[in-house]
């Protein structure tokens, strides 16, 4: 296969996007709603996958890895993204380009095999067993894995889940429920629970956990730590397709997450600024361990 390196495309990119990208209009629209300045824009492209072509003209998809540096107020900061294209080539130079819808994890039959694991006091409430999280270690963890992948685990096509599951680990907490996949928080050589991988099954196990990995549902963004984990719902219809991580706070508190899948890097929480994102997205924030 012909490799084509796509140095400086992104320039070309960016030169058409506010007429031709959606995305980067909605880039634009989360940067200003944030009194946000981006100070620098760097990146370069490189492809994965070559799927047609011709003599000196080829139909590519690439990654394309965008760093930027923002102000807001008196904090300087830099976000990074990795965005997949489909795009022409005629040597070195893109003649089109689009940009490929986000992934999300499919909801399937698989999902609604997840149980609940609930013990509840005389009152009806959840007992908990606390554990110790180190949330240094989880945020160091995603810093460390946003953008590869650690050989010691799987490597999923719709990979959100199953980084976030590895980032908390990393912070300490307790695996239980193995060798039932619909049950409990696990990882073990070539098998694992739907919990761990599935962003419908995570969601609902963190609601509900009282042992291992436990967590609680708090009322707004603002009242997350690094190291807790936001849930998405893009389309508001009650399968929970997306999951994050909070590795930092901005100036004004909110929230900047990790993530795999589309790759990024202390993004804003909301993601409005995604292809997957609709008006009638729904979110879940929970602070591990209580």
Not at 31 to 52: A, H, M, S
Not at 141 to 157: Q, S
Request: net charge negative; aromatic share 14%; glycine share 6%.
């Amino acid at each position: 296969m012909r490799k084509h390196k796509l140095k400086e495309q992104w320039e070309s990119i960016l030169k058409d996007a506010p007429e031709k990208l959606d995305w980067w209009k909605q880039k634009q629209n989360d940067f200003d709603k944030r009194n946000i300045e981006v100070l620098q824009i760097t990146g370069e492209g490189q492809v994965f996958q070559l799927i047609t072509q011709e003599r000196s003209k080829a139909e590519v998809t690439y990654l394309l890895h965008l760093l930027f540096l923002l102000k807001q107020e008196e904090n300087i900061f830099i976000e990074e993204e990795l965005l997949p294209f489909r795009a022409v080539l005629e040597g070195e130079r893109i003649v089109s380009h689009e940009i490929m819808r986000a992934q999300k994890d499919v909801v399937d039959s698989e999902e609604a095999k997840f149980v609940p694991d609930l013990e509840d006091d005389s009152e009806g409430q959840r007992v908990m067993r606390p554990f110790v999280y180190d949330r240094r270690k989880a945020v160091q963890y995603a810093e460390r894995w946003w953008n590869e992948y650690n050989p010691e685990y799987h490597h999923f096509e719709d990979d959100c889940t199953n980084f976030i599951s590895q980032c908390l680990r990393a912070g300490g907490a307790r695996m239980w429920g193995e060798p039932n996949r619909s049950r409990g928080w696990w990882y073990s050589g070539t098998n694992w629970s739907y919990s761990w991988s599935v962003s419908n099954a995570l969601r609902w196990y963190l609601a509900s956990a009282n042992k291992g990995l436990t967590a609680i549902e708090v009322d707004k963004a603002t009242d997350l730590l690094p190291g807790d984990i936001i849930c998405y719902d893009f389309e508001g219809d009650g399968k929970w397709n997306h999951t994050t991580i909070v590795v930092a706070k901005d100036q004004y508190g909110e929230p900047l997450v990790n993530a795999h899948t589309h790759n990024s890097r202390h993004r804003n929480w909301k993601y409005e600024d995604s292809t997957a994102w609709t008006i009638n997205c729904q979110y879940k924030f929970f602070r591990i361990g209580g």
